[in-house]
């Protein structure tokens, strides 16, 4: 058991000449276990040196190995579901000397993409989607008549949300030779809840489990005593619903009992059809402090090796997840019809403490994005006012409902949406980059963006009051620092704030119009820039970016300005085009850049970063500026 995690790279010596999965299957038991310790133990140091999830990798580190050791990998298809648990993966799959670069620029890739190796048989960082990945392989292969393996693991959280099941229902359906592995850790990010949660601990309190013979043949026996805590209290349980939906169960089984492991995997090769085996394991697995405490450890920045100093007359800036958090805490103390939601990410939300105080209007649906919205449309047709707290990139999973349940019934729905824009270390597949583009074309919605998490506070009170759909977007991370006022304060819809003045001297404008998180980048643009004599500069917060302030716009454009956008989102299809669309509306056509992110999918990095290789820092929008006005200013 580790205590701590190591500053120097350890000695692993059997673990440096495994390069690829090949090399396991000439180890013996004995080895085999000391690879897993050794595994285990480099994991903890490089997730030390780089940061990123953790305890799930410690808690798969046995199945990992047993998968490889089993199965002909690549050429067997296996799928991982979300890819928190991937790093062994990536280990024992020729990476291991890349680890320590795991979500740096040019590093390898927080989750399994198809593009940085042949064992990432699919690309994923959204749950539930490994089951429905894999029987598509299966019936592909079926097709070719390619007798190869396909196995999907997927979490005991992520099995949670319908499209699992509406795989595993299609996986019966066409009787499909594939495996899943459901590894369960009685967790998600948070612990798991709802009925299928409940069924998993009915399962451990029946004392039983299906194994397997010497022969390869399912038989009821009691369960072997095995070193986890009891799930919780559950309804009596006379069979399971994976038999009952046709798939052969096998379970549950030890997931840290390697040669076990080793054993009923080579086992179930030999059968046909659609299996499941159900795996118990320990999230922080072989870490004392994770295993104690998994919620804190599913995730971890990289160790610092000194802290910075503070200045404490300085303000400590909040994260904007905790802006909202405080923000659910003080508007339930005054309205008791206000309720909240979130898909299974309480502590990345902020929630933890509205959670406490108001259990009884606290609603965790599990991974579940698509049944939280339409749940917030119900509880809006009764009177009540929902509020969804949800990630950018999850809530593209519940575009349907968005669309169908409430806009177009225009319920009166609060949308806090976190890591909007880009996320840096985490990459392409949970950037928040597309959430103007599908939400701006949806008649009632109501779409804001705050400079700060003082306007963070007060557009989030400014939704909730407004009668319909209502969405706040705000980015990763920490705001700048401001003063928060405690006070609520209804902002005016669709009217913008102007910060900044050209010169009354100025002949010819230029209006930067900035939403959400590039009004400060655009402001300290402003400051350094270098513009041709008679050339003034207007900064503009334009606050929201449905409905536009049209009455700014239009008063600019008469005045003659040139306009310059910037935004934190995809440039086609975001909020400067919606610019372009009013000006052109209002029979204006007038000079205009839009600046935004690229249309590409961005590779990880630090945030400062990415938005520096994107030219959405302050010396990136300058420099733009300057060339577009160049541009305009040639005789």
């Known amino acids: 058991m580790h205590h701590e995690i190591p500053v120097q790279r350890p000695a692993t010596p059997l673990l440096d000449t495994i390069d690829h999965p090949d090399q396991l299957k000439v180890l013996n038991t004995e080895q085999l276990l000391q690879l897993s310790a050794e595994l285990r133990h480099y994991i903890l140091y490089a997730a030390g040196q780089s940061g990123g999830h953790f305890g799930a990798n410690l808690g798969v580190v046995e199945l990992t190995l047993a998968l490889h050791y089993c199965f002909d990998t690549p050429r ?111 967790m998600s990010i948070s612990g798991s809840v709802g009925g299928f949660a409940q069924h998993l601990a009915a399962l451990w309190q029946s004392g039983y489990q299906v194994g397997l013979s ?25 069979d399971n619903l994976f038999k009952a939906i046709g798939f052969e169960y096998f379970g549950p089984f030890d997931g840290h009992d390697l040669p076990e492991l080793v054993r009923v995997l080579r086992q179930l090769k030999q059968r046909k059809g659609p299996r499941l085996l159900h795996l118990y394991t320990t999230k922080g697995k072989g870490f004392a402090p994770a295993e104690a405490d998994p919620i804190t450890y599913h995730a971890i920045a990289k160790l610092a090796s000194k802290k910075a100093a503070t200045d404490p007359k300085q303000p400590v800036p909040q994260k904007y997840s905790d802006v909202f958090g405080q923000f659910l805490c003080d508007l339930a103390a005054q309205d008791a019809q206000m309720l909240a939601i979130t898909p299974a990410m309480c502590e990345g939300s902020g929630m ?29 047709c009764e009177g009540v006012k929902p509020i969804v707290a949800i990630y950018s990139t999850f809530l593209q999973r519940g575009y349907d409902q968005l669309v169908h349940d409430i806009a177009l019934q225009n319920l009166d729905v609060t949308f806090g949406i ?74 005016p819809i669709g009217q913008a704030e102007w910060l900044q003045h050209a010169d009354a001297t100025s002949t010819q404008q230029v209006s930067l119009l900035a939403f959400g998180s590039m009004v400060i980048p655009a402001q300290r643009a402003a400051e350094r820039l270098n513009l041709p004599e008679g050339w003034g500069v207007n900064v503009i917060n ?94």
Not at 358 to 369: C, G, K, L, M, N
């Open 76 to 186: 067997d298809r296996l799928v991982w579901d979300v890819g928190h648990q991937a790093y062994p993966h990536k280990v024992l799959t020729g990476r291991r000397d890349q680890l320590t670069t795991i979500r740096h620029k040019n590093g390898l890739t927080a989750f399994p993409t198809r593009s940085e190796s042949e064992f990432d048989t699919f690309g994923v960082g959204h749950s539930s989607t490994s089951i429905s990945a894999a029987l598509g392989m299966a019936l592909a292969l079926r097709h070719l008549r390619d007798p190869r393996h396909v196995v999907a693991v997927i979490g005991d959280g992520a099995m949670t949300a319908g499209m699992a099941f509406e795989a595993m229902n299609d996986a019966v359906q066409h009787q499909a030779d594939m495996l899943v592995i459901l590894n369960d850790n009685d």
């Open 542 to 635: 334009m606050r929201f970016i449905k409905p536009l302030d049209l009455d700014c716009l239009t008063h600019c454009a008469a005045q003659g300005h040139v306009f310059v956008t910037i935004e934190e989102h995809a440039v086609m299809a975001g909020a400067g085009s919606a610019v372009n669309e009013a000006l052109h509306a209002a029979g204006y056509h007038v000079p205009i850049l839009n600046l935004g992110l690229p249309d590409v999918f961005l590779e990880h990095a630090a945030h400062p970063q990415m938005l520096a290789d994107c030219g959405l820092d302050a010396a990136g929008i300058a420099a733009s500026v300057e060339k577009f006005v160049g541009t305009l200013n040639r005789p």
């Open 418 to 491: 976190d890591r909007a824009g880009l996320v840096g270390e985490d990459g392409p597949t949970h950037a928040g980059a597309f959430d103007y583009a599908y939400m701006r074309t949806l008649p009632n919605m109501v779409i804001m963006a705050p400079k700060d998490e003082n306007e963070c506070r007060q557009m989030l009170y400014t939704a909730y009051q407004h009668q319909g759909p209502a969405a706040v977007r705000y980015p990763r991370g920490t705001g700048c620092g401001s003063v928060i006022n405690p006070a609520f304060e209804l902002l």
């Open 214 to 238: 010497d022969t390869g043949e399912p038989v009821m026996q009691p369960r072997p005593n095995m070193p986890f805590a009891p799930r919780k209290a559950a309804p009596d349980c006379t």
């Open 352 to 380: 933890v403490k509205f959670a406490q105080q108001y259990p009884e209007r606290f609603f965790d649906v599990a991974i579940a994005e698509q049944h939280a919205l339409t749940l917030a449309a119900g509880m809006a």
